[in-house]
T-cell receptor
Framework: DTEVTQTPKHLVMGMTNKKSLKCEQH?????MYWYKQKAKKPPELMFV???????INESVPSRFSPECPNSSLLNLHLHALQPEDSALYLC?????????????FGPGTRLTVL | DAKTTQPTSMDCAEGRAANLPCNHS???????VYWYRQIHSQGPQYIIH???NNETNEMASLIITEDRKSSTLILPHATLRDTAVYYC????????????FGQGTRLTINP
């Protein structure tokens, strides 16, 4: 299995809602990532987890809360988002962090905040 | 990350070789060059990476100049499915592999 899966594919939420994005991989990778991609822009790194521990937070607002409950699963909890947070949220994984470990990306969750 | 410069867009005829250039003149000796692509409405896909020597895999070839200041990604027989945005990335060598995506090259393969 060489896939990274993400659910849901699409999500519409209000500014007062709480929702979660889910990412799963069964490749035995120990590094997982969240990226955000606005329309017609390149992906931007948000978080990096290495061995289930948060290793990088790219100064992301606290309304985005990542969680890595085990080595196969990565969640992104969303609360009190703003309309400008509407974007494609991409999850990726790699064997380890560091050079030589290419990242495998999921198809993304397209989020719309009303 | 070493800054990379790529053309905004390129066109290529189906069946021909697509040659995508990337300039990374500030690259240091231990920094790799990575290529990813993103087909419309999909997540990015790893293509290839290299340090000094030319590299080839089932998807593409990577030619790195001797001074390492530029590289070229070659898709030998482009198909319509190769239409995508291609990103040339030089990540920091130490610590986490932070991929910093630039604007990339939008490659259109024409029938």
């Amino acid at each position: 299995d060489t896939e990274v899966t993400q659910t849901p594919k699409h999500l519409v939420m209000g500014m007062t809602n709480k929702k979660s994005l889910k990412c799963e991989q069964h490749m035995g990778h120990r590094a997982m990532y969240w990226y955000k991609q606005k329309a017609k822009k390149p992906p931007e790194l948000m978080f990096v987890y290495s061995y289930e521990k948060l290793s990088i937070n790219e100064s992301v607002p606290s309304r985005f809360s990542p969680e890595c409950p085990n080595s196969s699963l990565l969640n992104l909890h969303l609360h009190a988002l703003q309309p400008e947070d509407s974007a494609l949220y991409l999850c990726a994984s790699s064997q380890r962090v560091g050079i030589g470990n290419e990242q495998f990306f999921g198809p993304g969750t397209r989020l719309t905040v009303l | 990350d070493a800054k990379t410069t790529q053309p905004t867009s390129m066109d290529c005829a189906e069946g021909r070789a697509a040659n995508l250039p990337c300039n990374h003149s500030t690259i240091s000796g231990n920094e790799y060059v990575y290529w990813y692509r993103q087909i419309h409405s999909q997540g990015p896909q790893y293509i290839i990476h290299g340090l000094k020597n030319n590299e080839t895999n089932e998807m593409a070839s990577l030619i790195i100049t001797e001074d390492r200041k530029s590289s070229t990604l070659i898709l030998p027989h482009a198909t319509l499915r190769d239409t995508a945005v291609y990103y040339c990335i030089v990540p920091l060598p130490q610590g986490a592999q932070k991929l910093v995506f630039g604007q990339g090259t939008r490659l259109t393969i024409n029938p």
